[in-house]
């Protein structure tokens, strides 16, 4: 048991699911409930597959291209300050596509993004595929719950309070932007 938890808290650490739920609800605040319920399951399952994926497969993958997890803090960070300064300005319209949405930028690279990617890394180097596979299967369904309690939220904030989060949310949304990039730009600085 304290070898599943001991690979299950970096995940849920390096997830985050709690903290995204704001973020959630800025993206899909307009949608209605049946719509925002399709998009919770779009946005585990794709997250799930390329985390799945990533396990057995990612650092080869990266070896492979050449590229260090920083790049991806990095190239990650820009896309969530490029969405976040559109809502900030105003410029909603165009944002993220409603067909990618579960895709891009909830599922990756906020879900399963630089952080979880580096901590399946590094899981490997001290359990087995299983364990990070069952570690990382439950972080997803425990988003899954998550998201799903949004329309409970939405429902009680009211169109004000819900407008408020969301413009609250891509604040805080760009400066996790930055400290995306500034630490993928630390993490590659001490490479060189």
Known sequence: MHVFFSSFFPIFISMDSIGLLPFFI???????????????????????????????????????????????????GILLLVISLKTIIGEEKHLVSKTSLGIVPIGIPMLVGPAVFATLILLKNNFSLLDITVSLSLNLIIALVIFMQSNTIIQYLGITGTQVLSKLSALLLSAYAIMMIRVGLSSLKMLF
């Open 26 to 76: 800025f993206f899909t605040s307009k949608m209605s409930p049946a719509k925002r319920i399709h998009m919770t399951y779009q946005i585990i399952l794709v997250a799930g597959a390329i985390g799945l994926l990533f396990i057995p497969f990612g650092s080869l993958v990266l070896q492979l291209l050449g590229l260090k997890n920083g790049d991806f803090q990095i190239a990650g």
